[in-house]
């Protein structure tokens, strides 16, 4: 399976991205409607999403990327809107089918690479926001096919910043 670096952001930034390897996608520009339960994805159309949108481009990525770079807002504790609607837009990597992983269940998955992610997570965050995210991020690790998984926590005004020694850390070890 072809595998790649992907960096999912809730809004436009200012980066330099040298790698090829590396796909920067700014959720913010496109147009990606809301999950509406019919799980077509999973019984009509096996692995495709029947809503046509700019999704549907975006979860194969997802799919097949060994590095991910989720970068969002949080707000009470969770994904910002764009963020945790193209997560829900996700479900296609996944089957109907349950697997128990450490006593739970979780979905089998579709074709999709084991994943070492990074989350950016920025805004004013207080202490308790902080917990409930860490919370949502190991319940969904497992769903997403992380490996490993970081949460980094930074201020609006540092995003770029924090972004840009993240990515840099990727093209370092590209070469």
Partial sequence: ?????????????????????????????????????????WTKTPGKCVIRDDAVKI????????????ISRIKYGGYDTIMKTMLERAIPVQQAFIRLVAGETHHVQREVAPKNATIIAYGE???????????????????????????????????????????EKWEASLS
Avoid: W
Wanted: aromatic share 10%.
């Fill in 125 to 167: 965050i207080s202490d308790e926001e902080k917990e409930i995210f860490r919370k949502l991020v190991a319940r969904n690790a497992h769903n997403m096919n992380f490996e490993s998984y970081q949460i980094i926590f930074t201020t609006e005004l540092q995003l770029e910043e924090t972004v840009a020694s993240e990515v």
């Fill in 1 to 41: 399976m072809f595998k790649t670096k992907l960096i999912l952001s809730d809004r436009p930034l200012n980066i330099n991205i040298k790698s090829d390897d590396i796909k920067f996608i700014n959720l913010s520009s496109l147009k990606i409607a809301n999950c509406i339960g019919c799980y077509g994805c």
């Fill in 59 to 70: 979860y194969p990525d997802i799919a097949k990327s060994d590095k991910l770079l989720y």
